[in-house]
């Protein structure tokens, strides 16, 4: 006699990045949790350099499992994520990485792991939007959660040590940030939702599906994850002083009185660069390219917490 899955204990995959793993009991920690609160011991996926999380969570959903777990930093996330969008089958979060920049901007505990996976295990799922990008005119689309960028940012995530992550953990993109500082800009054109393209002289250029970055700061105040629109932020300094220009378009009162630092809205966007930039999404590098589309899917994503 077979028993039907209603009757079936829960059961979750946990895709995790080796290198971040905290202590070699984390997994025995897992199982042990996953058995005192009703679940089936998870199923265990370990990713390489070769296969970042997309080969591990497609593993995961031929299982059948009711959550895939992504632990590790925010590259895991958006890899597990990119195949988990669309399927209705829920993302966990266990924050092992620098970042975790979207465990932040959710709310997430990244203080105890197992504590994390405690919120997932009786948590409530959650819709959200994820935003789909191609470079250089691709078919390939790349998906992120919290944010992408061209040009200054995506240089400091490019050139931060790796060593200093793992002793100061984000400092050491304040210490990548102060060694890109000098810089030229590029001349692009930015064009949000088809509307008639703006063209500036940009350092960087940043779009957001949630507001908070490395540090606590807010580069989208009034972004959510949630609300079926993006924000974008164009850095444009002038002269010596032009980077004083951005920090008052940021974190000043009179945000949209600075043309150093403009804010859109939209569904999506294009950016043209004339010279080839380096690209980002959520904190990971990816390249360098002249030309960056992207698209918000609204609500393809569950996330339990």
Same mark, same amino acid.
């Given at each position: 006699?077979?028993?039907?899955? &209603?009757?079936?204990?829960?059961? &979750? ?20 949790? @996953? ?43 958006? @890899? ?32 105890d792991p197992v504590a994390a996976a405690y919120d997932v295990l009786n948590g409530t799922e959650r819709?959200? %939007? ?5 470079f250089d005119h691709s078919e390939d689309e790349n998906v992120f959660l919290v944010m992408a960028g ?14 200093? #992550? %793992? ?16 810089? #030229?800009?590029? #001349? ?6 088809? #509307? ?13 599906? @949630? ?8 580069? /989208? ?5 949630? %609300? ?18 951005? &920090?008052?378009?940021? /974190? ?11 804010? /859109? ?13 380096? /690209?980002?999404l959520d904190g990971d590098h990816v390249g360098a390219g002249k030309h960056l589309a992207i698209r918000?899917?609204?609500? &393809? ?5």
């Open positions: 006699m077979t028993t039907n899955k &209603a009757s079936s204990p829960q059961r &979750a995959a946990v895709v995790i990045n080796p290198v971040k793993a905290v202590g070699s009991d984390l997994r025995a920690s897992l199982v042990r949790l @996953c058995d005192t609160q009703g679940w089936a011991e998870p199923l265990w996926l370990e990713t390489t350099e070769e296969d970042p999380g997309v080969g591990q969570a497609r593993e995961a959903l031929e299982a059948g499992v009711d959550v895939v777990i992504a632990a590790g930093g925010d590259g895991t996330v958006r @890899c597990v994520a990119e195949v988990l969008a669309g399927t209705g089958t829920p993302l966990g979060l266990i924050p092992l990485g620098t970042g975790n920049l979207l465990a932040r901007n959710m709310g997430v505990d990244i203080s819709t959200v %939007d994820v935003v789909r990008s191609s061209v040009g200054y940012d995506a240089a400091i995530m490019a050139d931060t040590v790796d060593v200093l #992550k %793992d002793r100061m953990g984000w400092l050491a993109y304040v210490e990548a940030g102060i060694r890109k500082l000098p810089g #030229k800009p590029v #001349k692009a054109t930015i064009q949000v939702d088809g #509307k008639h393209p703006v063209k500036r002289r940009i350092r960087s250029v940043m779009i957001g599906n @949630c507001g908070r970055i490395m540090g606590g700061i807010e580069i /989208f105040p009034e972004a959510k994850i949630d %609300d079926g629109v993006l924000d974008l932020l164009i850095l444009a300094p002038r002269g010596r002083l032009g980077w004083l220009g951005v &920090a008052a378009g940021i /974190f000043g009162r009179r945000k949209n009185e600075t043309e150093s630092a403009e804010y /859109f809205q939209g569904k999506s966007a294009e950016v043209t660069l004339e010279h080839e930039q380096e /690209f980002q918000l899917d609204p609500g &393809a994503l569950k996330i339990r917490m």
